[in-house]
């Protein structure tokens, strides 16, 4: 492991330079359609994309957003996370984690939630084991 920095990734190269990673968890888009969805959720519900380097090189990113709900109040909710998958087990996801989760407390949030798809076994190990997150519910979806 080289110098690790982590980024706000803004301009289109940034977000093209992030997309073979998050395509590796959002397999359904193609690079338009994360694109449009990256900026228009930027533009209205003020998600941020931040990526992780290593020695310049982009190994991991995180997508989040800021939320005020009844049930979680003021939070935060990370949309995407993803290391690349030829980079895992280096230590990416939870140095990502950790600096969303300081970000929150620095801007007053209460706290950080999440939802990992049922199929993602070892994603959950890491949330519960390694990062300290508790279940809390069970999220549901109905397609349109």
């Known amino acids: ?15 093209i330079e992030a997309y073979p990673i998050m395509n590796q968890l959002r397999t359904h888009l193609d690079q338009e359609e994360y694109l449009e ?6 533009a ?3 998600y941020q994309l931040l990526g992780l380097r290593d020695d310049g090189v982009l190994k991991a990113i995180i997508g989040f957003k800021p939320m005020i709900t009844l049930y979680y109040g003021r939070s935060l909710w990370v949309c995407d996370l993803v290391t690349d998958k030829q980079a895992r087990s280096n230590g990416y996801g939870d140095k990502l984690l ?7 407390k620095q801007h007053k949030y209460e706290s950080i939630a999440l939802s990992s798809g049922l199929q993602r ?8 084991e390694k990062m300290h997150y508790s279940k809390v519910s069970v999220v549901f979806k109905k397609e349109f």
């Open 121 to 128: 076994t070892s994603a959950h190990h890491f949330y519960e």
């Open 44 to 46: 209205k519900e003020r």
């Open 1 to 15: 492991m080289g110098e690790i920095t982590i980024v706000a990734l803004i301009t289109e190269e940034e977000l």
């Open 37 to 42: 969805l990256v900026y228009e959720s930027g």
């Open 98 to 104: 950790t600096h969303v989760e300081q970000w929150g």
